[in-house]
């Protein structure tokens, strides 16, 4: 890379996230070719009238002159207003806050994954240079109105140890170039939304591009490559701080975006076919490499950027015609006079003569009364009505200055101007209302660094090893090192979009150490406030600690920057509780607690009697309705039994008489035979 910048490589084309894909040579044709030569000339014509009026501004804001005009007296507010929006819109470089999309104070893990996105993240913004990048961003925005980042990844091969064979992995960096707003092209659109392409075009030198394009088209095609020292952009003829004294040859190649076709083209005007396509490895969230919309003013009919200078460029220029006609009567505000040429010695009354000196007149007495003396003898030029119109001229100016400061939102308070006998509120009211107008391009600064970096933290979890995210990561607390490696696949298993990844306006602000301190200190006061109630609630209540513990959790999750010591709370919490659970089973109860467990067991017993009572109430009704029904069925036995008894009698004395029948039947037949006997 470092050799690539030397040989002349103004930005790197976007290489190694590609590393494994195949050429689409379907798509390297002489058709998709002139194609693409076609649609740029389409975006030339659309936005190069955006990018010649881009041009003019910055020669407005350098006071830049052509030769008829360098005599002007310009009053050059334009750079001074700039600065200061400048310095209001962006400071420092941010600390991005990345949290779990849905907070879940019992979710350990997500929460150790979004510090180490986070870590990564602020690593890269440090360490790549974000602070320098983003200022040209800015600047671009508020003076030609555009401003552009582009994500670029790059990657180094992994290595194998030859005496111990470990692999060594290569660094692994997601880096934010600056895109210079004229370099910037996109397809003609009204929204940004339906934006079909957009591009960058990375001037190269001829080493850059054999070592770019050797692998992906014939050396031919290299070779014939059109290198030229001067632009080849009509727009940049009228750029007249663009390099001049261009020693190496470069080319101009665009690297774009086909949102349509889900494809990276990477084309040059003087090549037959595209140096290169590719797929769509990258995947991010809304296929470009770039936020969109851009840093810049836009309008909901067309994607043209609007500089804010177009919009006060009649103030402007009214002040520079006040200011360069002030000057000249500046120039006129001249002591002069004329003097009677016959005596001459007075024209060295006001030049040469010193003080206390005089001059010598001849004929005193003719020169003093005929003459009448030196009223009548030199008369000065009047300069009562220029002084007059100088003055009127300096209060249209100021007027003129106050309404571009109405128009650009620049309060006095930004300008460290303050009135005097102003009150404090009155002060304090301008400072709001003035915080009002620029808080606006304050928080598209911020959106915009949140939506850059969003895709950065999509790199990271997409391309890098897990070693790497950790070793940028740093040291964690012991409460959160069982949650690491958990952490590390969460973020290899999803994507970005899991976490939410803000830049908060006061990030990118010079640092408020007394609000700082007055958040930590809200934040002490609100955890050991919650403790100092639930402690004494758990005492008395132990089944309340987990609902305090939870609430506690909760509260802390939901403060800025509380995830750094968010698992040493829990922890603490966690061991609280069980403490207290501990010392709640151990501890012998007072005599209050005694006295209420005595009343608590009374009344159960109270009910255990009333209970018992009840039942017996109950069993005794059952039972005597039992005795009842026995009497009864034995009742009924008993009847049934005499029945059987009557029965059984009336059967035997029926029998004793049949057998007194046989009987006296019996004695009846041995009579007879008897009297048979006796009679034989």
Known sequence: MEEQQ??????????????????????????????????LAAEKKEHDPFRERGHKIIKRFTDE?????????????????????????YARTPVPEVSRRFVDSTDQV??????????????????????????????????PGIGLGWIRLEIDPETQDPTTGEIEYGEQNSYIDYVNWADFYWAPSKTWETTRWIARRVPMCKKAVKDRFSSTCDEKTIFDLAFKQKPTQSYNNQDTLAPKNVTESTIDVYEIWDKTRRLIFWITDSAETPLDVSEDTCEFPDFYPTALPPLGRFTTSNTTPIADYSLVQDQYRELDDLNNRASHLVQALKLRWVYDNSNRALKDLFTSTGELQG?????????????????????????????????KLITARDLVKQQIFEIEGISDILRGVAMPYETASATAAKGAA???????????????????????????????????????????????????????QLLKNTSANQFKLLVSVDSIMLPNFQQEKAERSEFIHAITGLLAQMIPAVKQTPELGPLGISLIKFGVAGFRGASQIEGMIDNALDQLLA???????????????????????????????????????????????????????????????????????????????????IDAAHGHAIDVLNLQKQGD
């Not at 002159?65 to 819109?89: C, G, H, L, P, Q």
């Not at 895709?455 to 740093?474: D, E």
């Open 579 to 661: 403490t207290q659970g501990q010392a709640q089973q151990q501890k012998p109860p007072s005599a209050e607690q005694t006295k209420m467990m005595m009343q608590e067991q009374q009344i159960r017993a109270d009910m255990q009697t009333t209970q018992i009572q009840e039942n017996t109430k109950i069993q005794s009704a059952q039972l005597q309705a039992q005795i009842k029904s026995m009497e009864i069925q034995l009742e009924q036995q008993q009847l049934e039994l005499k029945k059987q008894q009557l029965a059984h009698q009336a059967a035997i004395d029926q029998i004793k008489i049949e057998n007194s029948k």
């Open 434 to 488: 003035s915080s009002s107008r620029l808080g606006v391009a304050q928080h598209d600064a911020a959106d915009y660094i949140s939506r850059l970096i969003r895709l950065k933290g999509h790199s990271i979890c997409k391309f890098y090893t897990p070693n790497t995210m950790l070793a940028r990561a740093g040291q964690f607390n012991e409460a959160d090192q069982q949650y690491i490696q958990p952490a590390l």
């Open 359 to 391: 001059i010598g007149v001849n004929d005193w007495a003719a020169f003093s009364t005929e003459k009448g003396g030196l009223k009548n003898s030199i008369e000065f030029v009047p300069l009562d009505e220029i002084a007059a119109t100088y003055s």
């Open 110 to 143: 997500s929460r150790v994954a979004a510090m180490i996105l986070q870590r990564n993240i602020s690593y890269e913004l440090e360490c790549g240079g974000f602070d320098s990048i983003f200022k040209q961003i800015a600047w671009d925005r508020l003076v």
């Open 6 to 39: 030397q040989e002349g490589l103004e930005a790197p084309v976007s290489e190694d996230a590609f590393d494994d894909n195949t050429v689409y040579s379907q798509y390297q044709t002489p058709t998709y070719q002139q194609y693409w030569i076609e649609e």
């Open 65 to 89: 002159r052509d030769s008829y005009d360098s005599t002007r007296s310009n009053y050059n507010i334009f750079a001074s207003n700039v600065e200061i929006k400048s310095s209001s819109m």
